[in-house]
C-alpha cells in the first residue's frame, strides 16, 4: 500500500511510478503536489495507492507530528509504528466512505472522478492488501453469490429432523397392536458438524461488523445466530484466525475457498486477494475542500430550501458555507429565533486564517440583515418567520459568526470525540468588532468565533450517513455553539431586563434615542420587556459613571431585573399598570350623548353593528385582537382595557334581552370592557382633533366624522394624533 498527502510538494523522482496514470504536474524545481483525496489502484506497482486529506499533516508539514510524507509513502518499508499502521488503513476507508456519499448526494458535482473497484478473480495477485480492499470484496461477495449460500443452505438442512429407524428399533419401546409395531419415541438423525454453515456464520458475522461499523449497506438475509458483541472481539483479537486456521482444509470448491480467504484476510490483514490487476479502480474527488464544506452543513447547517432566497447564494455573489436558525442569545425560550452563520475552513493543522475571510464572514451578517429587512418592507411577500430588527427599540437582534476547522490532536486518533473546542487564537474568543462599545444591538456589533472539530469524527459521522446519529450531533453542537457565545458576552457585558411602569414605549424611545440608540433590545416574548446591555469588560455591574447615570434614569420609569444571567427568565415584578406596545391595536368608539355614554359604563360593554352597512364593523383580525379602547364623544373621551378573548356576535333577541330598545340590526360585535385607564401615560394623553379625524378617514374611506361606529387602529397609529402639554376640547 502506498501514501501520499493532499498538497504536499513531492520530488518527482520518488512518485513518478506511483502516481502512474494520474495527472500531476510538475513545476520547474522539479516538484510535484496532487490536489486530489481517494483511493486508485496502480497497475503498474501492482497495488493501491491511497492520497489523504492535508489535514493529516501539521503546520510543519509532518504527518503524526514526526514524519514527513516522503518516509511514509512505501508503507510496508516505513519506521511507522503498528498503531499508526492500523490507523491509516482504517482513515482511509472513512475518506473513501465519506466521498463515496458525497458522490451519491451531489450526482451534479464534476469534482468527482469514480470508477468501480475491480472485482475478486483469478488472475495476478495485489501486492499488499488494504482493509478497504477487504471490506468491498466481502460485500461484493455477498451481492453476487446468491445462489451459492442458497445452495450451502439446502444441502445443510438437507435430510434433518428424518427418523433413524436403526437407532428406533434399537432403543425405543414398541407398542404391539393389530400385529403391528407401533413406536412411541422416534430417534432422529442427529446433525454433524456442518464446516460450511460455519464458514457462513463467521462471514455474516463479519459483514453484520461491517455494516455496524462503517455504515456499508449490507442485505443479510440467513437466519443464522450471528457472532457478536464480545465473542466477536475475541475474533478480531486473533480467535478468528485461529478458527479459520483450524477449518482451512474442510472446504475443496473454489467458492467456498475464495470465501474463506476474504474472511481469513479480514482477521489477518495479510491475505493475498486475487484480483484482475489490469483493470484500473479509482475513486478520487478534486478540491476537497468542498467535500468538507458538504460534510460541515449537512452536520450543522439548514437546508438551503428552507431558507429564505438569497440569504445562503448572497446577491453580490457570495456563498455563504453554512447556515442556521436557532433560539437567540438573550431569550429564555425557543420561540424568538436568530440565524448562525458559518464558514467552514479546511487547511493544515494549525494554518492561521486570513482577513479576507475574516471579513467576508462580517459582509455575509450585513447582507442576512438587509435581506431580512426588505423582506418585511415588501408587502408582496409573507413576512418572515424571524425579525433582525426591533421597531420599538430601533435596535439589532445579534447574530453570531462561526469559523469550523478542521483539527487532529498530535497522538489522539480516536473517532469518538464529538466535541468542538474554541481556537486558541492569542485573541479574544468569540471577537466581538464594534463601533461603539456600549451598542451591543447595533447593526455594526458583530460576534466572531473560531473552533476546531474532530475531523476524524466528523468524516465517520457523515460516512455512515445515519439520519438519527447526524441529527443528535447538530443538536448537540447547535447547543454547544450558543452556550459558548452566551459566555463570552456575559464577561463582556451587564444585561439588564425591564419593564415599564406605565410610559408609552416609542414615545420614550423617541425621546431618549441617543442615550439608548443600539443599547436595548426587546428579545422577549413578553414586548413590553426591555434588555439594556452595557459593556463591563472591567467586571460584571462594574459600570462607568456615564453608565450608572443612564441606569438610574431608567429605573425612574421601568422595574430592572439587576441579577441578570443570560437564558434565565427576567426577575420582575409584575406591571403596576397595563402595559402599551406600538403593536398592540386600540377599538376607537363614539358615543352620540350622555345617555348612550351612561349605558355603556353602567353595562360595561359596547356595541357597534357588524357587517357592511354604513355605522358598521367588519369582523377582521385587527378587530379580534384588540387591547384597548378608545371611547369619544362631546363629553370627552375615556379609555378602558379589553377583557381579553371576550369579543361576542349577538343578535336581535340577545339585544333584547339586554335592554337594548329597538334593534334594527341583525348583528352586533359586542366588545367587554374591564377597567377604566387612570394612571400611565395613555390615561393622560389627549388627541389633536383634526388629527383624530384624519386618521378616522383613513381607515374608513366611505365615512368621514364622529357618526362613524368604531374602527381598530395600531397603538402606532393612534398616538401620531396627541396633542402634548395643554388641554382642548376635542368634541364640539
Known sequence: MRILVEEYQYDATLVRDVLQGIDALQNVEGLVSLSYVGYFYNTKLKDCVFILPKVLMDERSRVFSKYSPCEIIHMDKSKLTDEERMFLYEFAVWIYRAVDVFHHTHKDTDIVYHRRISQVGRGMRKRTNTLLDILLSLIQFNKDNRSYVTFILKNIHSGFNKINWTQTINHSPAIIQNEEAVYVKMVNKKRKVNFDEELLIIYFSILAYISETYGFHVDIQVGFPLIKGAKFDSYLNGRGVIRLRQIKYKYFSDKALELWNLCYAFFAHRTEITTSAELKEYLLVKNFYVVFEAIIDELIGDNKDDLPIDFKEQKDGKLVDHLYTYPGLIEADDEQRTYYIGDSKYYKLGAPLGDTS??????YARNIVQYNIDLWMDETLPDPDIRLRDDVTEGYNIIPNFFISAAMKPGDYSYNHREIELTKTGKKNPEIKYQFKDRLFDRDTMLLS??????????????????????????????????????VLEHEYSFYPMRSRGVILEDYMTKHFRQLNGKVFTPFQDRSILTLALHTPNGKHLLTSEQAELLKMLKEDFDVDDDYNLGAEPQLPPPTDIQFNVDDYVLVGYYRDEDQLNWILSKKHYNVRSGKDRGSLDLSASVCTARFMLLYGKKGVYKFSLKPNTLRIWDKQDMKNDGYKNPHHDFYLMFFLEEQLTKGDFAKMEFDKDKLKTMLNKYNKDNAGHDKGAIAVPFSELIKCKIENRTLDLFD
Open 450 to 487: 473560531r473552533y476546531n472539530v474532530n475531523f476524524l469524527f466528523v468524516v465517520s459521522l457523515y460516512a455512515r450517513n445515519r439520519q438519527s446519529e447526524k441529527t443528535v450531533w447538530k443538536d448537540e453542537v447547535r447547543e454547544q455553539f450558543r452556550n459558548q457565545i452566551r459566555n
Open 358 to 363: 475574516i471579513y467576508k464572514q462580517y459582509t
